[in-house]
């Protein structure tokens, strides 16, 4: 740890940090979103079940943070309708999807639409979590921690399952190759021709 001469530094551990920045206005919505749109983001779909029943949501915001032991983070708005049930889950499906599942992210983007009404198959889980049939990628786990921040809640999650291969190279059947990401607004998929 690091010390400072400078007492009158706002600090965390005191919290004036905090409320400091909690008061003062750094940057409008529009700003921030718009320093964003340059970021490209690849695209998930997260499910789960609480109890009443399947909930879905398209998600830019999953990354790992941790190997070992396995855990990943995505955010979910107080804005989308599968929100509470997502919150209130203890466990959940990460769909990654690849540009062949644009649909389903389009689906699962809209707004007060039963996302398991048809039109995609999908299934349940040996552990009971909705599954998109569509999606070849996925990772199961368990809810660690939630976080409020903002009108966002930060979901951490312990991957206990994955359908995923260990080894890309061991793929015969092309999953993955595509990539869905989500850049200034637009769909895009990547591809070989993108690598620079």
């Given at each position: 740890m690091?010390t400072t001469?400078?007492?009158?530094?706002?600090?965390?551990?005191?919290?004036r940090l905090v409320?400091?920045?909690?008061t003062s206005t750094?940057l409008s919505?529009?700003?921030?979103?718009?320093?964003f749109r340059?970021?490209?983001?690849?695209?998930?779909?997260?499910?789960?079940?609480?109890g009443?029943?399947?909930v879905?949501?398209t998600?830019?915001?999953?990354?790992s943070?941790?190997?070992t032991?396995?855990?990943l983070?995505?955010s979910?708005?107080?804005?989308?309708?599968a929100?509470p049930?997502?919150?209130?889950?203890?466990?959940?499906?990460?769909?990654l999807?690849?540009?062949?599942?644009l649909?389903l992210?389009?689906l699962?983007?809209?707004?007060?639409?039963?996302?398991?009404?048809?039109?995609?198959a999908?299934?349940r889980?040996?552990?009971?979590e909705?599954?998109f049939?569509?999606a070849p990628d996925?990772i199961?786990?368990?809810?660690?921690?939630?976080?409020?921040a903002?009108?966002?809640?930060?979901v951490v999650?312990?991957?206990?399952?994955s359908?995923?291969?260990a080894?890309?190279?061991?793929?015969?059947d092309?999953?993955?190759?595509?990539?869905?990401?989500?850049?200034n607004?637009?769909w895009h998929?990547?591809?070989?021709?993108?690598?620079?």
């Amino acid at each position: 740890m690091t010390t400072t001469d400078h007492d009158d530094t706002p600090g965390i551990a005191d919290g004036r940090l905090v409320d400091e920045l909690s008061t003062s206005t750094l940057l409008s919505a529009e700003e921030f979103k718009a320093a964003f749109r340059n970021h490209p983001a690849g695209v998930a779909v997260i499910t789960a079940d609480p109890g009443d029943g399947p909930v879905a949501l398209t998600a830019t915001s999953v990354f790992s943070v941790s190997a070992t032991p396995p855990l990943l983070v995505f955010s979910v708005s107080e804005l989308s309708s599968a929100a509470p049930a997502i919150t209130r889950s203890t466990s959940v499906v990460v769909h990654l999807l690849g540009a062949d599942q644009l649909g389903l992210a389009r689906l699962c983007a809209t707004s007060g639409v039963d996302r398991f009404a048809g039109g995609w198959a999908w299934e349940r889980l040996g552990t009971g979590e909705p599954r998109f049939l569509a999606a070849p990628d996925w990772i199961r786990g368990t809810v660690v921690t939630t976080l409020q921040a903002g009108t966002s809640t930060l979901v951490v999650v312990n991957a206990t399952h994955s359908s995923g291969s260990a080894d890309e190279s061991d793929r015969t059947d092309g999953r993955g190759a595509r990539p869905l990401v989500y850049h200034n607004r637009t769909w895009h998929e990547l591809s070989e021709r993108s690598a620079v």
